[in-house]
T-cell receptor, first 112, second 111 residues
């Protein structure tokens, strides 16, 4: 069964550094999402992406965040200058039209 | 999206049915009820969804009241691997629509 994959599983970075989190959505899916979950808190929506553009974003998704689908298979989330409060699990999800969202296993980001 | 209310936690005996309630009294006519679960810190996993009819799949059954103001997710024979946080989410099926997660119900299946 096809799955959403994410790399790396754990990323440690220093405050102020740029990070890129990578996702490979399921191959025939057209809608892509990023969510995050700070330890012990709710899963929060960050951004949705369709047809090579952002379709919706939350207040969390400020100018420090960007998304890209560079090559037709990967879907990336970039954080330009990480802060301590960016430490969280980041989940990628994808779906086909009319279908449900399938989530990846997540990347644990630790900002020190 | 309509707000949902779920109990914070519940225990269930292995092999027994687990009945997870959800209140969504402000649901509107075009909004569906979705259930997802999150096992430990893994990515959320889709379980089932419905509009007004009861639904069943290989994982669970979804019972929606006639007025659609509440629903119950039923895990017919809970196993230890069903221990997870279960989220009831109400949303429309608009293209690209996000999922808004609440606190969910933490279900502990005990041997």
């Amino acid at each position: 069964e096809p799955e959403v994959t994410q790399t790396p599983s754990h990323q440690v970075t220093q405050m102020g550094q740029e990070v890129i989190l990578r996702c490979v959505p399921i191959s025939n899916h057209l809608y892509f999402y990023w969510y995050r979950q700070i330890l012990g808190q709710k899963v929060e929506f960050l951004v949705s992406f369709y047809n090579n553009e952002i379709s919706e974003k939350s207040e969390i998704f400020d100018d420090q965040f960007s998304v890209e689908r560079p090559d037709g298979s990967n879907f990336t989330l970039k954080i330009r200058s990480t802060k301590l409060e960016d430490s969280a699990m980041y989940f990628c999800a994808s779906r086909r039209p009319g279908d449900e969202q399938y989530f990846g296993p997540g990347t644990r980001l630790t900002v020190t | 999206d309509a707000k949902t209310t779920q109990p914070t936690s519940m225990d269930c005996a292995e092999g027994r049915a687990a009945n997870l309630p959800c209140n969504h009294s402000t649901i509107s006519g075009n909004e569906y009820v979705y259930w997802y679960r999150q096992i430990h810190s893994q990515g959320p996993q889709y379980i089932i969804h419905g509009l007004k009819n009861n639904e069943t799949n290989e994982m669970a059954s979804l019972i929606i009241t006639e007025d659609r103001k509440s629903s119950t997710l039923i895990l017919p024979h809970a196993t230890l691997r069903d221990t997870a946080v279960y989220y009831c989410i109400v949303r429309s099926q608009a293209a690209g629509n996000k999922l808004t997660f609440g606190g969910g119900t933490r279900v502990l299946v005990k041997p």
